[in-house]
């Protein structure tokens, strides 16, 4: 069936008070961003929801590309009707009959928010179910767990009949929570954790920490390209890339060798911090999950993380490794993430890493590089490279294998 019409719901900006038509309009100018690459469309504004005119513009596309505006709770291609139950019923009829595999089992749901519609909800649910059934050899209703759930949305400018709903990303409106930097190595993880930001409404700034020529030429294009599928979210996103080489060797050659990664990440939040503070953001995200790996122990945490004045954003820190996977496939870094390119966190990994620092010892193994280590912070941070990324159309593949040159 050809759609011309799609109906956009916004997500948590609805229980906003005051605030709120600040929100939507926010939601309204991104969504228009998002859908540029499709001229014919036509937008009309409603309370708490968008309308869509596609004018020709294919629906799967468009519907493709919505599906991934934060702040989208959910979207359906719907048929608009006059106030009349005839046009209502045939309009039914038709949605049913181009559901495909034909389904054997529907209900009918009406949402009656004008009042002076001249039927009441249940008399609409037996008018239109009745006539659906009666036009409709084999298929049977089953208001419990239907196949097809036939909804009627009866507004006060017309009536809305639809029966598919697309779940879009939900949460906010990218950058109406203010602006974070995000800690982005070339793993799993910190990528979902950035997805996850900028779903509550943060701007997100990358930053990355290469120590050429230790790690490859290759694992730098690894993160652009990580960061590169992040930006198809926002639009654009700054990836920052700081040299760590020097501050990295440095470290290693305290001799501290069960701290090495307690000192470095430390180092990173220091880094991290500056950078924060040149850009205007009010926060660290990190790729943390409980127990992962030595350096994320509670213990650890504890002792990295009293390096940082900002708040520390742990999305992941609850959820264990399969769901963190499961959401990187989902937003398209997974393939990225496990191309075999190593980032500077692997390198100088002793055998047993510190899983429960002590914080005394730590602050003895960074005086031992006295005033050395501010000047190498500074070095590192007037070092840093900054790239703007665009928004790609690349897949989730095409991004892989453009990162192995």
Known sequence: MKYDLLLVRFG??????RNRGRFENMLFQQIKSALRAFPALQYEKGY??????LN??????????LKDVFGVLSFSPVVRVRHDVEAIRESALELIRAVEPAPETFKVSVKRAWKEFPHDTP?????????????????RVDV???ETELKIDIQHEAVYVYCVVVHGAGGFPLGMNGKAMLLLSGGIDSPVAGWMAMRKGLEVEAVHFHSYPFTSEQAKEKVVALAQRLAHYSGSIKLHLVPFTDLQTRLAETGNENLIITLMRRQMLRIAERLADKRGALAIITGDSLGQVASQTLGSMNVIGRTASLPLLRPLIMMDKQEIIGAAEKIGTFKTSILPYEDCCTLFVPKSPATNPNLNMVENAESQLGSQLQDLIEEAVSGTETLVLTETDRSDKSAAEDAWF
């Open 123 to 139: 008399e609409m649910n037996r008018l239109v179910g009745a006539y659906v059934l009666r036009n409709s050899p084999g298929l």
């Open 56 to 65: 020709d513009e294919e629906y799967e596309a468009v519907a493709e590309r």
């Open 144 to 146: 419990r767990e239907p």
């Open 48 to 53: 708490g929801r968008v309308f869509i005119h």
């Open 12 to 17: 948590e900006i609805t229980i906003k008070g």
